[in-house]
């Protein structure tokens, strides 16, 4: 899949492609996106009953929430407008791979119906777009819905809960570029997209390119609000990868000032905004917390210059997680790695290979930044993809995933 093969969707249309056959019937059932516990934030400045979890990046236009209920979108845009007023446009991504249908004006996901604790993961929009659309129109004709309460949320559970399926009459029924589109007609500075991002594993290098093609687009300070089904994991990652474009954008921004404003201005806005001082390491610290990863400490010691790209990433994942956020995406390998030292011996292996993800997934942040270091001053004029072809960071991360070397319950992580 390349940057260029893969349909977005803008404003809610959907893309012009062939549709492939959709299996109906009971192959699919309607999920809640709501489940017990999804609501983490309890700050009452950016509350919004209706968009869990919604919050903004502190120093970024950068905006996260859980999947909205149809009526909570334009508060969520009316936020992000007023606050950037001078600003013509409004971006919202949706991550998500699952497909979406609102049922009277409420979320579901699309799961298959011999698994019902597991997301589909497609990473064409146009494949999730079918799926929607086939839900929606079969729940039209019946005229009431079959559907299941999620009780765990977007993270595997070692014990798989027993689902209950009940029913519903149906008031209203959308596909999620339907529910878009509606808002895009109410605030003509809204753009919508959808970028399917992986919940686990690390993002696929198109997905990176994709976000650079958005946003590059648009100065630094254009918001972007990124929505999954928690606003959890990938509203994390993916504020994170905004962050790095963001700064590398105002860093161009800051070089053009040059001549214009005084230096010594510049240079003082620079180094508060985009190299603040490194946090003081405790010798209490622990180092798998700091992500000091294996993987991640011999590329510093082959490319010094990663240092301070780990750094950068640090800085955004730390400004990305709690207390402002729901998820620090460096400590969450770690409370998995404490859940792998007690877990069942049927766990361990998916634990393991979420371990394993989650590594690849902050190594490859790490890499971005050094991308877009190198080539963001010229534009982006290469694609994340295209810049890896030369460099040999897919062999370091593939070598450190042979290099685990533990399958019982105390593995030392090698990754």
């Not at 019946?142 to 009940?166: H, M, N, S």
């Not at 648009?218 to 606003?231: E, K, L, M, T, W």
Request: contains cysteine; glycine residues 6%; negative net charge.
């Amino acid at each position: 899949m390349s940057e260029e093969e893969v349909p977005v969707v803008e404003n809610g249309d959907e893309a012009a492609v062939a549709e492939p056959e959709v299996p109906a019937g009971p192959q699919y059932m309607l999920m809640t996106d709501a489940y017990p516990g999804i609501s983490q934030l309890k700050d009452e400045n950016w509350k919004c009953e209706g968009a869990p979890n919604w919050r903004r990046v502190p120093g970024f236009p950068i905006y996260a929430t859980a999947q909205p209920n149809k009526a909570d979108i334009d508060k969520c845009v009316e936020q992000a407008v007023k606050k950037y007023d001078e600003q013509k446009n409004v971006l919202w991504v949706n991550l998500r791979q699952e497909p979406v249908v609102y049922v009277n004006g409420l979320p579901h996901s699309v799961r298959n119906s011999d698994d019902l604790a597991g997301h589909i993961v497609l990473n064409e929009a146009f494949e999730i777009n079918n799926i929607e659309n086939k839900m929606a129109s079969e729940i039209k004709k019946a005229g009431e819905f079959t559907f299941c309460k999620d009780l765990i949320g977007e993270r595997a559970q070692e014990k798989v809960p027993e689902y209950k399926p009940e029913s519903g009459r149906v008031d209203s029924v959308n596909t999620l570029s339907e529910v878009f589109s509606f808002a895009t007609k109410k605030e003509p500075k809204l753009e919508f997209k959808k970028i399917p991002l992986e919940l686990n594993a690390a993002p696929m290098e198109d997905t990176f390119d994709m976000i650079i093609r958005l946003l590059k687009g648009h100065g630094s300070a254009i918001p972007v609000i990124f929505n999954c089904q928690g606003g959890m994991a990938r509203s994390s990652v993916a504020s994170v990868i905004a962050g790095i474009i963001k700064e590398t954008q105002l860093e161009n921004e800051f070089n053009k000032m040059k001549g214009i404003v005084p230096d010594e201005i510049i240079d003082s806005l620079r180094g508060k905004k985009l190299h603040p001082p490194a946090p003081t390491r405790d010798a209490k610290d622990n180092a798998l917390m700091l992500g000091e990863f294996p993987v991640v400490m011999k590329l510093i010691a082959d490319l010094p210059e990663a240092a301070e790209a780990k750094q950068q990433v640090d800085r955004l994942i730390n400004a990305v997680g709690p207390p402002n956020g729901v998820e620090n995406i460096r400590e969450t390998i770690m409370m998995d790695k404490m859940q792998f030292d007690v877990a069942s011996d049927d766990y361990l292996p998916l634990l393991k290979e979420r371990i394993m993800a989650q590594i690849e997934k902050y190594f490859m942040l790490i890499v971005f930044s050094l991308y877009c270091k190198e080539v963001g001053p010229t534009g982006f004029n290469k694609t994340f993809k295209k810049w890896l072809d030369s460099k040999t960071y897919r062999e370091d991360i593939a070598a450190g995933k042979g290099n685990w070397s533990g399958t019982g319950r105390f593995p030392m992580i090698k990754l």
